[in-house]
C-alpha cells in the first residue's frame, strides 16, 4: 500500500489523496514536541544535520512548556489563566528554562537533566546562531542527550499527574487546535467538516509511550530507531479483517 505523504504543518489537519485520487482529510492526535522531535530524527535521517538540531531543540523547548502548564493545572490554575501567564515568557526561553527547572525541583525535589551549559548549550547556540554545520555524529548526540531530557522527565510526570498530564495534551494537542478550525470553516460556509483522526506513533509520545510495551518498536536510541522510520516510509503490507457473515435466515 503507497502511503501518500504531505508537508508538516500546525494545524494537524492533512488533506491526502490517494493513488486512486480520492481525497480525504485527517487530524493527527498528537502535540508539538512530539511531532518535532520525529521531524528532527527524520532530518538526521535523510542527512539534515543542521536542520535536525534545530527542530530537537524546538521539541525540548515546547516539552518545556508543557510541563509547566501540567504543573500549573497541579495548582488549579485554568487555562485561561494559563495562557494569561505563558505569555510574559512566550518569547523568552531563558526564562522559560528558569520556569522549568524550578516547577521540576518543586514537584520532584530535585533538579531536572538540562543540557550542559560546558557542552551541548554552546553546541546548539554555535549550530543556531552561528551557522556550524554539524556532523552526523554531532546530531546523532545531541538529540540522544534531549531524548533523555524529556523522557526522563515526562515519565515521571505521567506517574505522578496521569490524568492531567492527558487533559493538558488534550487542550493544547493538534487535535483540538483542528477541531477549532473545522468549526470557523463550518462557520463560514455552511459545510460540515468529516475528518478521521489517528495518533503516530511517534518516539516521544504522551498518551501511547513506548515504555508501555517491551516489544515496542520505539525502543532505543535514535540510531536504533532510523532504520524503522525509514522503513515506515515505504509501501507496507495491509492486512484487512472482517467478521465472518452471518448464516442466512431460513425462508421457509
Request: glycine share 6%.
Amino acid at each position: 500500500i503507497l502511503t501518500p505523504f504531505e508537508e508538516v504543518n500546525n494545524s494537524g489537519i492533512y488533506e491526502v489523496t490517494c493513488s486512486k485520487g480520492h481525497k480525504s482529510k485527517t487530524v493527527i492526535d498528537n502535540i508539538d514536541f512530539e511531532i518535532l522531535f520525529e521531524y528532527g530524527i527524520n532530518a538526521i535521517a535523510d542527512g539534515y544535520y543542521r536542520e535536525s538540531v534545530s527542530s530537537i531543540t524546538s521539541a525540548m523547548e515546547r516539552y518545556f512548556e508543557f510541563f509547566i502548564k501540567v504543573i500549573l493545572r497541579a495548582a488549579n490554575v485554568d487555562f485561561k489563566s494559563i495562557d494569561k501567564v505563558w505569555k510574559n515568557i512566550a518569547s523568552q526561553s531563558e526564562r522559560q528554562l528558569g520556569a522549568y527547572i524550578i516547577s521540576y525541583t518543586q514537584t520532584f525535589g530535585e533538579e531536572p537533566l538540562i543540557l550542559s551549559s560546558n557542552k551541548e548549550v554552546p553546541f546548539r547556540n554555535s549550530v543556531i546562531h552561528k551557522g556550524f554545520i554539524p556532523s552526523q555524529g554531532d546530531a546523532l548526540s545531541y538529540g540522544n542527550i534531549v531524548l533523555n531530557i524529556i523522557e526522563s522527565s515526562l515519565l515521571r510526570l505521567k506517574r505522578k499527574y496521569p490524568k492531567l498530564t492527558n487533559e493538558v495534551f488534550e487542550h493544547y494537542g493538534y487535535k483540538r487546535i483542528a477541531q477549532g478550525l473545522f468549526d470557523k470553516l463550518e462557520k463560514e460556509t455552511g459545510t460540515e467538516q468529516n475528518c478521521a483522526c489517528v495518533n503516530i506513533l511517534t518516539t516521544i509520545d504522551v498518551k501511547h509511550g513506548r515504555e508501555h510495551d517491551k516489544a515496542d518498536g520505539r525502543k532505543g536510541t535514535i540510531e536504533q530507531r532510523i532504520p524503522y522510520i525509514l522503513e515506515f516510509r515505504g509501501p507496507r503490507k495491509l492486512i484487512l479483517l472482517k467478521d465472518k457473515p452471518r448464516p442466512k435466515k431460513n425462508s421457509h
